[in-house]
């Protein structure tokens, strides 16, 4: 079972966006009933967590092969969650088999099936349709002065758990009797540079050489889980592994939910360390991160309590950036500047003009600059605009979008 559900094992989440609605998809993988091993248990447990945080559930089933055992026995689990199933049946690449399709009503936990053939997307935008239906419209901006939420992720062993007790002071890690278990993300208030906050860890999550991959999924699963929740996250890393694949997936996912982000380097002790290392470290992220570079990174050894504070400053400084606002007034007094010294270069002899720019009021700071030819602003342009806003207001550990708007 698990080498079979293998081939799907390196891709088990994503960020999509339909009909304006931002949703992520959760791929729970391989789900195994009756086996014996505690640990698989442990894993089905985990599945169903993962349901249970879904609004929607799509129960895939093979309109080549037709109703399953296994399709049975997971529709028990699933009809137990009242929640909305929506049947996505694969490979209904015909009308015979799109027929097919019909038995699964038998499973009895939907009255929608949605054939689907996954090689050509066919069918995909009415299953999108139906999926975005059930999510509730965004809430318009909350109150604003809400307590800061900063959210604790990476891999497992970078020292999650260990920094969060060096914040406590205590030892609060939570031991189950079974070796390589989890617990629950938890949430904890503080009052510390005398600032309200709420850190959301998400430690915990072990090793167990056997099920790595599942591993791999559960700390990535709970990652989205709480940067979700999250105004700002930080990814912890273990400086002698450096910025991995993982990390970048959930710095992207910050980046894409528009939350603050901090890269914090632990394990600094174990570096060797000449007078150079943090600086060049530092620019070797940069690369990875490419346009994400705006974020900030901290060095760190929990070990040795070293910067750990400073940390959390930083994720709270990053917190506060989100909210700023710029006055038009100032925006365009400088940006005006900017663009007068380098205008946008003109595209088929049209002359591009960008006649003012102001602050949106959305959650995460937004900036419309009203043209001429919106159409024809160039990504370099962008870059550009972007580089300036930057470096006239700051921002730091913010995503900043800009969009151009016909005036
Ligand atoms: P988690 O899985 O991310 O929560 O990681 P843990 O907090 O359990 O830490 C994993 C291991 O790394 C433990 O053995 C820690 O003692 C060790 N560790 C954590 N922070 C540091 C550090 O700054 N320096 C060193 N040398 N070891 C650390």
Not at 71 to 89: C, G, H, M
Not at 400 to 406: A, E, G, R
Request: with cysteine.
């Amino acid at each position: 079972m698990d080498n079979e559900s293998g081939v799907t094992r390196d891709r088990h989440y994503g960020y999509a966006e339909w009909n304006g609605k931002q949703f992520t998809v959760i791929d729970t993988g391989g789900y195994v009933e009756g086996s014996e091993d505690i640990f698989e248990g442990e894993i089905r447990k985990q599945v169903k967590e993962a349901l249970g945080e879904a609004n929607v559930i799509l129960f895939m089933v093979d309109c080549h092969t037709g109703l399953h055992g296994l399709d049975q026995d997971f529709a028990n689990v699933v009809r137990e969650l009242k929640k909305p199933v929506l049947i996505v049946a694969n490979k209904a690449d015909n009308t015979e088999k799109m027929y097919m399709a019909n038995e699964f009503y038998q499973l009895g936990i939907s009255d929608q099936i949605f054939p689907v053939a996954s090689v050509n997307g066919s069918g995909t935008g009415d299953l999108l349709d139906e999926v975005v239906n059930h999510f509730e419209d965004e809430p318009e901006d909350e109150e604003e002065n809400t307590v800061p939420r900063i959210a604790i992720v990476g891999r497992p062993n970078v020292g999650k758990s260990s920094f969060l007790n060096a914040l406590l002071g205590k030892d609060r890690s939570i031991v189950t009797n079974i070796a390589g278990t989890t617990r629950d993300a938890l949430d904890t208030r503080y009052n510390l540079f005398e600032k309200d906050f709420i850190l959301t860890d998400t430690a915990g999550i072990r090793k167990k050489a056997k099920v790595k991959e599942d591993i791999e999924f559960y700390s990535v699963l709970r990652a989205i889980q709480a940067l979700q929740n999250s105004d700002v996250c930080i990814v912890v890393l273990d400086a002698q592994n450096g910025l991995e694949a993982q990390d970048l997936n959930i710095i992207n996912l910050a980046h894409k939910y528009r939350k603050g982000c901090v890269i914090m380097v632990n394990k600094w002790d174990l570096w060797q360390k000449d007078t150079n290392s943090a600086a060049e470290y530092q620019k070797h992220i940069a690369e990875k991160l490419g346009p994400l570079s705006y974020i900030p990174v901290v060095f760190t050894s929990v070990m040795n309590k070293q910067r750990i504070f400073k940390t959390i400053e930083l994720a709270l400084q990053v917190a506060e950036n989100i909210k700023l606002k710029i006055p038009t007034s100032q925006l365009n007094l400088k940006i005006g500047k900017e663009i007068e010294n380098y205008p946008p270069p003109s595209v088929r002899g049209k002359h591009i003009k960008i006649k003012y720019i102001t602050q949106l009021s959305t959650k995460a700071p937004t900036f419309a600059f009203f043209c001429n030819h919106p159409k024809d602003i160039r990504e370099a342009y962008e870059r550009f605009l972007l580089n300036k806003v930057r470096e006239h207001f700051g921002f730091e550990g913010v995503p900043v979008k800009l969009v151009f708007k016909q005036k």
